[in-house]
């Protein structure tokens, strides 16, 4: 016999680190969103005893398991080669300036850095941090790029809200500016 | 040239390792221990050329936007050197020639600061570790495909998608150009013309020929000159006209 | 804090369908054979219980994480919607690569992807839509891939032939740019 906890756990565990959305854990188990959000609850508690070795990931509309913090230097251990994304100074500095200024262009980003960004964007859109979203209407029609699920995972938060605080004078100055142009950010 | 400050400070540092003209600027400030806010526009000016001739002369790779900042800098010391008019000296309406670069150093110095605690959560997060998805046989793939979920068009789609990418990876125009002109050659080209003629009409420096590098190169090569009180500028009607500086004792 | 427990079940889980040998597991917890035998039994234990998910498949020196028969059914609904992707993006790509070029090297594939494809061609591997077909006759003697006859049959070709024109122009060019050579493909 399984339980309804199994279950779901299943499902985490075989979408690996794909991540599962809410919605389908709901449509495969035929869950009301507020029954999977008390069995998520059980399965978080059950993470928090020290015989098991998960805890969840969760960000925009997807959950993921992952072993915990504290079984870090084990596993490194057991993975030779670290496969993870390691990012250089430039490349975080360009995914930073483009989170916080979403949907932004490129060369909005080279005003801000002082220095031409395209190898490092086209770097970033292959790790699929960032992706075009459409096309600024200004002359040009230069494209536009946001940051993806990708990025909210790797820096383990579940939306962009979750970004640290940011002065919001000096952004207002910026905006005065005219360096950049922000739709959808205060 | 005495040396105001510590060279080898810098050349330790590759300009390589500067993430552009705003860092390396960030860092000779922060060395220089001087108030953001209160830019002593010349020294800072002395040391970024002194740091990218440094650089120049290790053969090293400059990218353009080094020189723009350069000449940039130079801008802003000439704008400060001009006098004021007294009159609105004490304006409310007067534009501290340091102010744009001010901002955009405080908003740089912003992302870069923040984008420390982004690392941080980047290494907090890459403590944890996942395992690719379990998939399918191919068997059970088989079998799934009733729908037609891998109806050949995927690969036809996949390859529209890799030449995309590669032609969106093609090199795109170089930002990264060897300067060919230094600053030191442009003014010996300055004080010659200087040497043939009295006066010398800043245009005419220039020709059709001449192209951006050159046009820079000669201008910082200039405001060096003013500097050095080699060469005074004057204008007449709309036109620039640059004269030799004679001290006594000379010629 | 995390258990011994928790650190064996970390370990199996980390090495995911390769598996894990006793071995491995006795030297990375630090672990008599004895000892590993005691909390092998134990992690049998708990899996036992109706809220584990998992199973574990043991062969004659290695171990691996499996989910539990009962849930095949719900796992398969899982991998059959469209969330799921059998084959994603990255894979589609590779595959595309080595069935235009093959046989190639891993090498060859990184050149035109302009990524690291080490991952995604150990996962075809393994579902069994490519195979290696000897090795190039170069420094260091890399393996060659093709693709299989699962590979035909998953998208419902009969020959190679019937792979979708594709522009030669463009194949070559990408052949220049991305230092690729094949051996006997025109």
Do not use: C
């Amino acid at each position: 016999m399984v339980s309804k906890l199994a279950q779901l756990e299943s499902l985490i565990y075989i979408s690996g680190e794909d991540g599962i959305t809410y919605d389908s854990l709901s449509s495969l188990m035929e869950l009301s969103t507020s029954e999977l959000d008390a069995l998520m609850n059980q399965l978080r508690d059950s993470f928090q005893e020290e015989d098991s070795p998960f805890t969840l990931m969760e960000y925009s509309d997807k959950v993921q398991l992952a072993t915990k913090e504290e079984l870090n230097d084990l596993i490194k251990g057991y993975l030779q080669s670290d496969e993870s994304i390691s990012l250089t100074q430039t490349a975080l500095e360009t995914l930073t300036i483009i989170a916080y200024n979403q949907p932004i262009t490129r060369v909005e980003v080279d005003d801000i850095r002082g220095v031409n960004s395209s190898k490092t964007v086209q770097r970033l859109l292959r790790q699929s941090l960032i992706a075009t979203s459409g096309y600024k209407k200004v002359p040009g029609h230069p494209k536009l790029y946001t940051t993806t699920d990708n990025f909210l995972k790797l820096f383990g938060i579940k939306s962009l809200n979750e970004l640290p605080k940011i002065d919001n004078e000096i952004l207002l100055q910026e905006e005065e500016n005219g360096g950049t142009t922000t739709e959808d950010n205060g | 040239m005495e040396p105001e400050f510590n060279n080898s400070n810098n050349i330790n540092i590759h300009i390589d390792d500067f993430d552009g003209p705003l860092e390396l600027l960030l860092h000779l400030i922060k060395q220089s221990e001087m108030d953001i806010y209160d830019i002593q526009i010349e020294k800072i000016t002395r040391q970024y050329v002194e740091y990218l001739t440094e650089m120049k002369n290790l053969n090293v790779n400059i990218a353009g936007e080094y020189f723009v900042m350069a000449s940039n800098l130079m801008a802003i010391k000439s704008k400060l050197l001009l006098p004021r008019n007294d009159e609105i000296n004490e304006d409310d309406d007067y534009e501290d020639p340091r102010d744009e670069l001010v901002n955009q150093l405080l908003i740089y110095q912003e992302y870069k600061e923040v984008s420390k605690v982004l690392k941080k959560m980047e290494t907090k997060t890459s403590q944890y570790h996942s395992v690719d998805p379990v998939l399918p046989s191919v068997d059970e793939m088989i079998d799934f495909n009733d729908n037609e979920k891998f109806s050949i068009d995927l690969i036809q789609q996949a390859f529209d998608r890799i030449i995309d990418k590669i032609k969106s990876n093609e090199p795109y125009v170089h930002s990264v150009i060897e300067w060919e002109y230094t600053v030191k050659e442009q003014s010996t080209y300055v004080m010659d013309r200087l040497s043939k003629q009295k006066s010398v009409e800043f245009d005419s420096l220039f020709d059709k020929t001449s192209n951006v590098e050159f046009v820079v190169t000669t201008f910082l090569s200039l405001l060096e000159l003013v500097k050095e009180q080699k060469v005074k500028v004057g204008q007449v009607d709309d036109k620039l006209y640059l004269e030799k500086i004679v001290k006594q004792g000379e010629e």
